[in-house]
């Protein structure tokens, strides 16, 4: 479970990112958060994964209360939730299997286990034609997959999307939902940040709007309303 | 696990200085330019040392003795100038090799010669000569002589030319060591700030991997230890490259610094082969040290997030 409880994020001089925001989010379900640009979206995301902290209030994710998390612990906070971005934030110098192999490397996984595991999570994204290939050599769409493989490689409880098909066309933005609903599938709550009304309106999942930082509508199987 | 973790820093310190080839060229490239000035500077500072040891090897003090003095009372006034303070050598010339010297010395002043044949006998004192262990001792050495009054052999002994000689170098050696000093601390200033600057760009270049690092849960030290790693390997290839470039560049220095400073004395060569380990290893730990401060500072400015 996450829940953000009267979060308020204030950034000087005089802006309220988040303010007085409150949600609940159950564990494995599929989430789309939409709002217009600076409406808050990203900050939410800023706080979930420990980049920014939250001026008032609290954020629980499970029983881990990382409102004032420490940054010894950010590493640790981001093992247990994967984040897709829309500039995929691939490392240029690595193939495909060396980036998803470099977050297993990071949290000291043992070489046999990596050779394991990264081409199985490559191949469940539909890259195992592709693993030695660097991320300059695939298409976007396969870029993200890379991106989302990366992710699933620590089974996180929580994948969070942040515009993951902003810089996709309609096709693979498609694909890219699909297998953001196949993930869900396993168990793994998806929180989806996005514009994309098609995508939202086609998923018929919950639905939540955020407005100058509050949240103005929670639909069950909702649209963008927007 | 430690194990596992230092072999993975060092692969991605190896992974990223191959795979950023170019940066690392420049970095490095950076590295032995400074390097070579900072060389540079120790044979600017050599030359100018043995200059000044060639100046004073050829100052001596005289003091002439009567022509009749008696060999045990020379012995004896010899015993006693090697006791002084600050005294490294006295060598007595006899009538025959001043006479020798002198005629040697004005080989080609024909008035001279005619002169001393027309004297008929060898006018020259025998003098002892006294060499003092550095510059800065003569002024100890000329107070000590000039309180020698009590030896009846020493004829004449006057030093006022060589105490104003004296004062003069005294000067221009202190100048010229304060002005290297001065020069050494610009040089190697400028030296840091270059190879200090030349890193932090280097890691600029890596501040999205940095970020990408930071996404997928590693820890601030997984993410600096590869560049300080690198920052390491950067200063070993530059000492390495600037040993292999110094010493063909010396080697073709020498004969001229040798005919430049008239003396054979100067072995630049072996200067710097007597002092490897002192200069090209501090040289490592300098520009390692330096590399892993701008490392850090770099690094730890894009892994606050």
């Known amino acids: 479970m996450i829940l953000f409880e009267n979060v308020t994020k204030f950034y000087p001089p005089n802006t309220n990112a988040l303010d007085n925001f409150s949600l609940e989010i159950k564990p494995g379900e599929f989430l789309s958060v939409v709002g217009q640009s600076g409406t808050g979206k990203t900050t939410m995301v800023k706080l979930l994964i420990g980049e920014e902290k939250a001026t008032k209030g609290k954020i629980l994710v499970g029983d881990w209360d990382i409102t004032n998390v420490r940054p010894r612990e950010i590493p640790y906070l981001r093992r247990q939730i ?23 490397q990071v949290c000291g996984h043992i070489p046999s286990k990596i050779n394991l595991v ?39 409880k929580i994948l969070l999307a942040d515009e993951p098909t902003g810089n996709l066309d309609s096709i693979n933005a498609a694909d890219i939902i699909n297998l953001l609903e196949k993930i869900n599938k396993f168990g793994t709550t998806v929180i989806l940040v996005t514009h994309n009304k098609e995508i939202v309106n086609s998923l018929r999942r919950r639905v939540v709007t955020i407005d100058a930082g509050r949240v103005i509508s929670d639909q069950k199987i909702g649209k963008y309303i927007l | 696990m430690i194990l596992l973790s ?16 170019w940066v690392s060229l420049v970095t ?33 003090l005289s003091l002439y003795l009567n022509a009749d003095a008696a060999e045990e009372d020379i012995s004896a006034l010899k015993r006693e100038l090697e006791s002084i303070a600050g005294v490294v050598e006295v060598s007595y010339v006899s009538k025959a090799q001043a006479l020798e010297s002198f005629q040697s010395k004005n080989r080609d002043n024909q008035s001279l010669q005619e002169a001393l044949r027309e004297v008929g006998k060898n006018p020259l004192n025998p003098s002892l000569v006294v060499q003092a262990k550095e510059l800065a001792d003569y002024e100890t050495v000329i107070n000590s002589l000039d ?5 009846a052999v020493i004829e004449s002994k006057n030093f006022d030319d060589h105490r104003n000689l004296l004062q003069s170098m005294n000067t221009i ?24 600057n030349a890193v932090r760009i280097a890691i600029y270049t890596h501040r999205k991997e940095i970020g990408v690092m930071k996404l997928v849960g590693a820890s601030n030290w997984f993410i600096r230890a590869p560049f300080l790693a690198e920052a390491i390997l950067y200063s070993f290839l530059g000492v390495i490259a600037v040993t292999a470039i110094f010493y063909p560049f010396i080697h073709l220095l020498q004969p001229y610094l040798g005919s430049f400073l008239n003396t054979a004395s100067v072995d630049l060569v072996g200067y710097f082969n007597g002092h490897f380990i002192i200069i090209f290893g501090v040289e490592f730990l300098g520009a390692s040290l330096i590399n892993i401060i701008a490392s850090s500072i770099a690094v730890g400015k894009y892994v606050k997030v």
């Open chain 1, 82 to 104: 994967g984040v897709i971005f829309q500039d995929f934030k691939l490392l240029p110098a690595k193939t495909l299997f060396e980036n998803v192999a470099f977050a297993m």
């Open chain 1, 118 to 156: 990264v081409p199985q999570v490559l191949k469940l994204v539909g890259l195992e034609k592709k693993i030695w290939r660097y991320p300059n050599e695939v298409s976007g769409g396969e870029q993200q997959r890379a991106v989302i493989a990366r992710a699933l490689v620590h089974h996180p």
């Open chain 2, 6 to 21: 230092i072999a993975r820093v060092l692969k991605f310190a190896l992974q990223d200085f191959g795979r950023n080839f």
């Open chain 2, 28 to 60: 490095v490239t950076i590295l032995v330019l400074s390097l070579f000035s900072v060389n540079f500077l120790v044979v600017v500072d050599y030359i100018s040392q043995q200059a000044i040891k060639s100046v004073e090897e050829k100052i001596d």
């Open chain 2, 147 to 151: 309180k020698l009054s009590k030896h």
């Open chain 2, 173 to 196: 050696t202190a100048r010229t060591r304060q002005i290297m000093l001065l020069v050494s601390f610009i040089f190697i200033a400028v030296t840091v700030l270059v190879v200090f």
